[in-house]
């Protein structure tokens, strides 16, 4: 089974900050990755699809990049709506979600 | 407006069998690949079920934690999937949310499962 660790495991940041979100498979995952967001209470949302395509109606402040087992969601100027828990998801063999990173405002 | 309702969660003995409803609307669900998620503090999230269109011959995947104890199917005439859990264990115990698309590109709000005696 493909493992997918999150890093940091928690992360406190400040308003219009430039905020990284890793994500590391165990084995190449070919890009089959996504990422959500799941705030207090709710049921998560999908961000970005095959690692760096926006989701239809998600701010262009949140991005996708990686490739092999390196992933990262990045958000450009975080604002006080985006404080959630981010998961990854890879697809590749087997569907498998990361432990989340939960993301806190400073 | 895309919406999906999950229904049917409650407690349930060890051993017991429950059956989750998920309707939907405002999308074309006869072609959507469907799927079961589910959540807990312990495990986290866990993909456990898909189940494709008739084109597929409705072709369905389970994760290995649930094989051959849960089902999943579906009703095109009524936009709904099911998931058929049978044999519950205490560790199924979740949050359980349905999902639309290949990339779970749509989520219900969930429905809670609590499995203990």
């Known amino acids: 089974d493909i493992q997918m660790t999150q890093s940091p495991p928690v992360l406190s940041a400040s308003v219009g900050d430039r905020v990284t979100l890793s994500c590391k498979a165990s084995q190449n995952i070919n890009k089959n990755l996504d990422w959500y967001q799941q705030k207090h209470g709710e049921a998560p949302k999908l961000l970005i699809y095959y690692t760096n395509n926006l989701q239809t109606g998600i701010p262009s402040r949140f991005s996708g990049s990686g490739s092999g087992t390196d992933y990262t969601l990045t958000i450009s100027s975080l604002q006080p709506e985006d404080v959630a828990t981010y998961y990854c998801y890879q697809y590749n063999s087997g569907y498998t979600f990361g432990a989340g990173t939960k993301l806190e405002l400073k | 407006e895309v919406q999906l309702m999950e229904t049917g969660g409650g407690l349930v003995q060890p051993g017991k069998s429950l059956k989750l409803t998920c309707a939907t609307s405002?999308?074309?669900?006869?072609?959507?690949?469907m799927n079961w998620v589910r959540q807990s503090p312990e495990k986290g999230l866990e993909w456990i079920a898909r189940?494709?269109?008739?084109?597929?011959?409705?072709?369905?995947e389970y994760a290995e934690s649930v094989k051959g104890r849960f089902t999943i199917s579906r009703d095109d005439s009524k936009s709904s999937i099911y998931l058929q859990m049978n044999s519950l264990k205490e560790e199924d115990t979740a949050t359980y949310y349905c999902t639309m698309g290949y990339n779970n590109y749509y989520w219900g709000q969930g429905v809670m499962v609590t499995v203990s005696s």
């Open positions: 189940i494709k269109p008739k084109s597929t011959n409705y072709a369905t």
């Open positions: 405002g999308f074309t669900f006869s072609t959507a690949w």
